[in-house]
T-cell receptor, first 110, second 115 residues
């Protein structure tokens, strides 16, 4: 079983819809990252979370440490949000190794 | 800053050939990471360096893979001999500090195809 599980694997939405992508992990972590990979392949870091919630524009990320779960929400989705969204966790300590989920492919249709 | 720079962007080679991928991290960043991305396995950490010293190479698949960082502004990932199963996109990333909470900045990747 992968240490980091994302759901759904694929998601298709209409422009304007509210999007939720989920990430569950099985190990204790010091931080969780959400990344965005555009169709061209480039990867951009969106959020780093160790507790609570963060917001950037139309994107909101939450984490529940006790339940080992994080969600990424997109409000008022737009076709330019179409990308693969990847969750990654770091178990912390002296090792800075990230373990990644397989990603969620989001397609937002106009 | 130009961001993380990788070269080449695309590489096509034949099985058995040596392949060298190059990375220039963002100036001032102390950490450098090499990742591999495939459809089957997603993103995987291969190795990372702190101040040019390899810290964790447990993700390096086998002895055919080697990585060096001779100075703060340059790193290489070498595959010798290459095999078709090495076909993947290889990303280099760098970060400013030594914390799991630091943002990593990714390069554009090198798309490798081994025939």
């Amino acid at each position: 079983k992968n240490e980091v599980e994302q759901s759904p694997q694929n998601l298709t939405a209409q422009e304007g819809e509210f999007i939720t992508i989920n990430c569950s992990y099985s190990v204790g972590i010091s931080a969780l990252h959400w990344l965005q990979q555009h169709p061209g392949g480039g990867i951009v870091s969106l959020f780093m979370l160790s507790s609570g919630k963060k917001k950037h524009g139309r994107l909101i990320a939450t984490i529940n440490i006790q339940e080992k779960h994080s969600s990424l929400h997109i409000t008022a989705s737009h076709p330019r949000d179409s990308a693969v969204y990847i969750c990654a966790v770091c178990s912390g300590g002296s090792n800075y190794k990230l373990t990644f989920g397989k990603g969620t492919l989001l397609t937002v249709n106009p | 800053d130009a961001g993380v720079i990788q070269s080449p962007r695309h590489e096509v080679t034949e099985m058995g050939q040596e392949v060298t991928l190059r990375c220039k991290p963002i100036s001032g960043h102390d950490y450098l990471f090499w990742y591999r991305q495939t459809m089957m396995r997603g993103l995987e950490l291969l190795i990372y360096f702190n101040n040019n010293v390899p810290i964790d190479d447990s993700g390096m698949p086998e002895d055919r893979f080697s990585a060096k960082m001779p100075n703060a502004s340059f790193s290489t990932l070498k595959i010798q001999p290459s095999e078709p199963r090495d076909s993947a996109v290889y990303f280099c990333a760098s970060s400013l500090g030594g914390s799991s909470k630091e943002t990593q900045y990714f390069g554009p990747g090198t798309r490798l195809l081994v025939l």
